[in-house]
């Protein structure tokens, strides 16, 4: 089991910016690959930005791609996502989802967090 607990949600004018927080814990950090979800009211969850803690890899929905940036530290078990230059349209519940891999590859599972609520005024 992975159990994630993310913070950092808010309220924020549009042009503001916030940092997310996923401490992820049960497995070990370097092995988990960290999706950023949200889904706003009435869409479907959506992928925001991902990284992976074995590769150090990075990637990003075009719709954040330029304005966000996201990142782990090892020494916390934490995944950040920076969003600048926030949007009305950025305003969702935004979860951390994580996945094992094993030598390379993804395993089946996907643990997600509670959540973290983002909202942007404009």
């Known amino acids: 089991q992975v159990q994630l607990v993310e913070s950092g949600g808010g309220l924020v004018q549009a042009g503001g910016s916030l940092t997310l927080s996923c401490v992820a814990s049960g497995s070990p950090f370097s092995s988990l690959a960290i999706t950023w979800y949200r889904q706003a009211p009435g869409k479907e969850r959506e992928p925001v930005a991902g990284?992976?803690?074995?590769?150090?890899?990075?990637s990003y929905a075009d719709s954040v791609k330029g304005r966000s940036t996201i990142s782990g530290d090892t020494s916390k078990n934490t995944v950040y996502l920076r969003m600048n230059d926030l949007k009305p349209e950025d305003t969702a519940m935004y979860y951390c989802s994580a996945r094992r891999t094993q030598m390379g590859i993804l395993t089946p599972n996907t643990y997600w967090g509670q959540g973290t609520q983002v909202t942007v005024s404009s």
């Open positions: 990284i992976s803690m074995a590769l150090l890899k990075t």
